[in-house]
C-alpha cells in the first residue's frame, strides 16, 4: 500500500534531473513517451499563464491560481495525514455502503462471494465491511499499478517548472472529470483537501460508473466493489 511518504518522495524525485540515457538503454520507450507527453502538458498550462494579461482569459488564469493553491494545500495534507490513499478509497466505500440495512450488507456479501471477492469483515456493519473493502482495494495489484503509472515510477522527467505543472494539470483535469461524474464523491473529497490528488486513484475509481446509492441494487454495489479490489 502506498504511504504519503511514499507519494511525497516519488514526486520529490521528479525535481531531479533523471538518467534518461540510462533508461532507455533499459528499454523503456514507453517511458519516455509519457515524459514528453507531461512536459507538454505542464508548457500547456504554463502557456495560459503568459495570457492571463489578456482579458479574455482571467477566467481561465483564476480557474488555474485556484487549481494551484488546491493542489499545494493537498500535497501539504500529505505530511500530516496517515495515509490519503486509504482514506480516498475509504471515503468512497463508505459513499457506497451509506444507509445499508444489516439485510442489504448480507445480501451485498453474498453477491461478492458469488464473484469470488472473500472479504473478512468479521461482523455485519458498515464500518466493518467498509474497512474490509478499503484494505483489500489499498492492497490490490490494480490500485498498486495504477499509482506508479500515475507517479511515473520510473519517470525521466526532469527538475522543471514544466514538470511540477504537469502534474499539477493531471490533478485538475481528473478533479474536473470527477466533479462532473460524482459530484457527491468529490465534494466529500474537497472538504478534506483530497480533490487534487484523486487523479492517483481515478483509473479505479472510474471503473464505476457514479451509481445513485438508493436506486441501485445490491448486485450492483457488489460489481462496483469488486470492480476496485481487482
Excluded at 441501485?216 to 460489481?223: L, M, N
Aim: glycine share 4%.
Amino acid at each position: 500500500m502506498y504511504t504519503n511518504s511514499a507519494i511525497a518522495a516519488k514526486m520529490e524525485a521528479d525535481k531531479h534531473l533523471a538518467l534518461m540515457l540510462e533508461h532507455a538503454l533499459a528499454g523503456v520507450r514507453d517511458e519516455i513517451l509519457k515524459q514528453g507527453q507531461n512536459l507538454e502538458t505542464g508548457m500547456t498550462r504554463l502557456a495560459f499563464y503568459t495570457s492571463c494579461f489578456t482579458q479574455n482569459y482571467q477566467d481561465v488564469c483564476a480557474k488555474q491560481k485556484k487549481e494551484d493553491i488546491r493542489f499545494a494545500l493537498n500535497i501539504y495534507g500529505l505530511i500530516g495525514k496517515r495515509s490519503v490513499i486509504e482514506r480516498m478509497i475509504r471515503i468512497y466505500v463508505d459513499l457506497l455502503l451509506q444507509n445499508l440495512t444489516p439485510e442489504r450488507l448480507r445480501r451485498v456479501e453474498r453477491a461478492l462471494l458469488k464473484l469470488g471477492a472473500g472479504l473478512a469483515s468479521g461482523s455485519l456493519t458498515n464500518q466493518a465491511l467498509a474497512s474490509a473493502i478499503t484494505a483489500a482495494a489499498c492492497y490490490s495489484f490494480g490500485l498498486t499499478t495504477t499509482i506508479d503509472r500515475a507517479l511515473l515510477k520510473r519517470s525521466t522527467l526532469a527538475l522543471t517548472l514544466t514538470g511540477w505543472y504537469a502534474y499539477v494539470q493531471k490533478a485538475a483535469d481528473a478533479a474536473d472529470r470527477l466533479k462532473q461524474q460524482n459530484g457527491m464523491y468529490y465534494h466529500a473529497l474537497y472538504a478534506e483537501e483530497l480533490e487534487m490528488l484523486y487523479f492517483l486513484i481515478e483509473p479505479v475509481i472510474s471503473r464505476n460508473p457514479s451509481l445513485n446509492r438508493i436506486m441501485s441494487s445490491d448486485d450492483e454495489i457488489a460489481a462496483a466493489i469488486n470492480r476496485i479490489i481487482r
